[in-house]
Each structure stands twice: as structure tokens, then as C-alpha cells.
């Protein structure tokens, strides 16, 4: 699987979480670390969450401390979890550099300044997680990196914390997701939710673009229009086509879509899989992480 951990920052460090949530504008998905047969989705009865990259996510804490009290009711203890936010409310990007310093705070820095004019939001109070990849035969390096506004993270986690959950790891849906994709080759993967298209392209396990878009209203037109740069980017940047193109989250149009992409752009096209079931515009990222903790 693709080795991403590195996103996840106390992945490797602390005990894993008890309980995963993925959230959506629907709902949240959830699951038991340890059981994950033990999992569900639970919509919200209100509007609770907006997603955006400036502005605060979610517009009703209590209802969603609620939702998250009825999913997992209280036990009297702290319980660690895993917190998978839509990709929309943060940015990720894979920057290249010719080198890249070995200090974690020269890192940190040259990450937030190559970030600087890229974001809506300000970078030098931002959450930054970074990951460097090399490329093979080459002396550069990719580096992948995700960011978000710190408020928007504080206002994520506060219900949580609030319903005596500690959510240690915090990710995006797509990141996460991304431990359901073998690494064969040249792939696009394409993950629709509801108005928000991400399109991330990957050679092998080595990320190499990630694209998030908010459309107007998710028409064929629309999508086709943020994957056609995708592709074109393959061919310019890489010098290849797309051995496969992964969908997630199309629901019922998936066939139809399936069959006119495949003559389309040339790629074999089929939906992403998973062994705890097809994966959903709501859950795609918890199953990916509950893959990741197998």
C-alpha cells in the first residue's frame, strides 16, 4: 500500500486509536479499530458542517458533539481517535525541490514559504504535515505536503474533545484513502463528494499530484473538465498515459462513466475496491485508514 503514514504524524508514535470517524457535509462515518465490522454512518439531522478552506468548517458544535455521543456513547473514559476530515477544507500539494535541508525546522520553513502564495488561508500559523519522496534515478526530491488553517483544525477537534474523545490523528479523506490503491503503475484516482471533485496521480506508491476542486454543481461536464489537466499533466510531466483510472464516490453513474472514460483517455477505468466493502463519497477515507491499521 502506499506509504503515506508519514502524514499521519503520531501514527507510529502513540497507541492506535480506539474509534475512526470520517466527515462529511451527510454525516459521519465510523468504525472500531479493533472491530471493524463494528462500523456505520450516521447522517446529521441539521446542517453542521460547511466545508471550505477559509472559513470556520462547522456551523453546529453541539449537534455534532451530539452525533458523535449517539455513534459511541461515553464510557467514562478518554478514548483516542482518528479524525478524517473532507478534503476540501484543507490544501495538498506535491512541491519538487532540487534539495531539501535535513533540519525538521529548515524543513518546516522552506515548506511553509513554497506554500505561501498557493493558500486562501495564512501559512505561518497553518497545521503542516509534510512527507519527502525520492525520485528514483534523479537527485530531486518530491515532497508531499498537507495544510490547513489552525482554526479550522481547533474547531474540528473541539467537539470531539468535548465528547471525551482525543483525536490524535487527524488526516484528509484522499490521504487516508490512498492505502486502498495497490501500487501498480500509472494511476489516476478520481474521488467525487458531492459538489467537490480530488483528482491525485500516482506512479507506483509515489504520489505525484493531488487536485481538489469545488464545482458548481458536479455536472459530466464539469468533472470531465478537472480531469482532462489531470491528464494532460501525465503526458506533459511524465511522458505516459494512465494505466488505470480509479473512481470513487460516482454511485450509480459509475458504469456509464466507466465505459465512456475508458475510450476517453485510453486508461482501464474501474471503481476503487476495498475488502470491508465498495467504498462511498462518506467513507472512503475511514476505510482506507482502517486498511492502513491491517
Not at 477559509?54 to 455534532?64: G, I, P, S, T, W
Not at 484528509?172 to 471533485?197: D, I, Q, R
Not at 470513487?248 to 475488502?275: I, M, N, Y
Request: aromatic fraction near 8%.
Amino acid at each position: 500500500m502506499t506509504s503515506l503514514n508519514h502524514l499521519l504524524p503520531n501514527l507510529l508514535k502513540d497507541p492506535p486509536p480506539s474509534f475512526a470517524f470520517e466527515l462529511s457535509e451527510d454525516g459521519i462515518a465510523f468504525a472500531r479499530t479493533n472491530s471493524v465490522e463494528n462500523r456505520g454512518f450516521q447522517p446529521f439531522d441539521a446542517d453542521v458542517l460547511k466545508i471550505s478552506p477559509v472559513h470556520d468548517n462547522v456551523q453546529n458544535a453541539e449537534v455534532l458533539k451530539a452525533t458523535i455521543d449517539r455513534v459511541v456513547p461515553r464510557d467514562g473514559k478518554k478514548r483516542r481517535a482518528a479524525v478524517i476530515l473532507p478534503d476540501y477544507c484543507a490544501r495538498v500539494a506535491v512541491l519538487d525541490f532540487d534539495s531539501f535541508p535535513s533540519g525538521a525546522e529548515e524543513q518546516l520553513a522552506l515548506v511553509r514559504f513554497r506554500m505561501k502564495k498557493s493558500v486562501p488561508f495564512d501559512v505561518d500559523s497553518a497545521v503542516v504535515s509534510y512527507y519527502s519522496q525520492p525520485r528514483h534515478g534523479k537527485d530531486k526530491l518530491d515532497v508531499v505536503v498537507a495544510i490547513m488553517a489552525r482554526e479550522i483544525v481547533t474547531r474540528y477537534e473541539a467537539p470531539f474533545r468535548s465528547a471525551s474523545m482525543m483525536p490524535g490523528i487527524v488526516t484528509t479523506s484522499s490521504l487516508a484513502m490512498l492505502h486502498l490503491v495497490n501500487p501498480e503503475g500509472l494511476t489516476v484516482v478520481a474521488k467525487l463528494n458531492g459538489k467537490t471533485l480530488s483528482a491525485m496521480v500516482l506512479d507506483g506508491s509515489t504520489l505525484k499530484l493531488a487536485r481538489c476542486v469545488e464545482m458548481e454543481s458536479s455536472s459530466r461536464e464539469e468533472i470531465e473538465a478537472v480531469l482532462h489537466p489531470t491528464f494532460v499533466y501525465m503526458e506533459d510531466e511524465l511522458s505516459s498515459k494512465p494505466d488505470r483510472l480509479l473512481m470513487c464516490g460516482f454511485g450509480a453513474d459509475t458504469p456509464e462513466l466507466a465505459h465512456d472514460w475508458k475510450d476517453q483517455w485510453g486508461a482501464a477505468v474501474e471503481p476503487l475496491q476495498s475488502r470491508f466493502g465498495a467504498p462511498q463519497q462518506t467513507n472512503a477515507g475511514l476505510l482506507g485508514y482502517l486498511e492502513s491499521q491491517s
